[in-house]
């Protein structure tokens, strides 16, 4: 008999630029990775979650194309999961090590669902805007910080292969004013429920940076 298992992710597709579901026969799965979500049950039902969870926030969430750009960056990722341990892409840590990186996913796509968003972008997000997200964990006050993506100089291919991603994860800790974090240095957030500013350039890395300025509230 032929079992059907679904593929939520995109995975079993050639092109990573399409992100909607798909179901895919096992007998026909290719990749490594495929073939591990078709052979371990807790992967693949951890991966349908994502997939569900995905699908349903990227229709409903405020700023359209936000959460499209951050699953490419994902899948970017989620294809070489197996190769984190070292142990061997067959082994049952390579297997665990997946689970763990979708699951992160999951509680990252969690927290996109529940935050107030603010961004420079003007209609539709992409990747060279920036998102600054919100949110409550476990009683604390979040921000991430999200996009103003630019290609490696010397490699200028197209996102999410070779460049350079703001891509903060911090607790906001009040002070005057405002609130700072210990990932973005001396800049201030001042947080209202129509923008977000920031009062001085912050510098993610070699080649990316956020300018001071107002965000609007997208939600």
Do not use: H
């Not at 092109?15 to 049950?41: G, M, R, T």
């Not at 569900?52 to 999961?81: A, D, H, M, W």
Request: net charge positive; glycine share 6%.
């Amino acid at each position: 008999m032929k079992i059907l298992k679904t593929c939520f992710i995109g995975l079993c597709l050639t092109n990573i630029n399409v992100l909607s579901a798909a179901s895919f026969d096992c007998a026909k799965a290719k990749s490594e990775l495929e073939k591990a979500i078709c052979n371990n049950p807790e992967l693949n039902a951890t991966d349908k979650k994502m997939g569900e969870i995905y699908k349903k926030l990227n229709k409903s969430f405020p700023l359209s194309g936000f959460v499209q750009e951050t699953q490419r960056e994902f899948l970017s990722g989620y294809r070489s999961c197996l190769s984190i341990s070292g142990n061997g892409k067959s082994s049952p840590q390579a297997v665990k090590d997946c689970v763990n990186y979708v699951q992160e996913r999951i509680n990252e796509l969690d927290s996109y669902s529940q935050a107030k968003v603010y961004s420079d972008a003007e209609g539709k997000y992409n990747v060279e805007n920036v998102a600054f997200l919100t949110y409550s964990l476990n009683g604390k006050s979040m921000l991430r910080v999200w996009g103003s993506w630019m290609p490696d100089a010397y490699k200028p291919e197209p996102f999410p292969k070779s460049g350079f991603l703001c891509n903060v994860n911090a607790e906001l800790n009040p002070v005057k004013n405002g609130f700072q974090t210990e990932e973005t240095g001396d800049s201030v957030f001042k947080i209202s429920e129509s923008a977000l500013n920031v009062s001085e350039w912050i510098m993610c890395n070699a080649r990316t940076g956020i300018a001071a300025g107002d965000f609007k509230r997208f939600k």
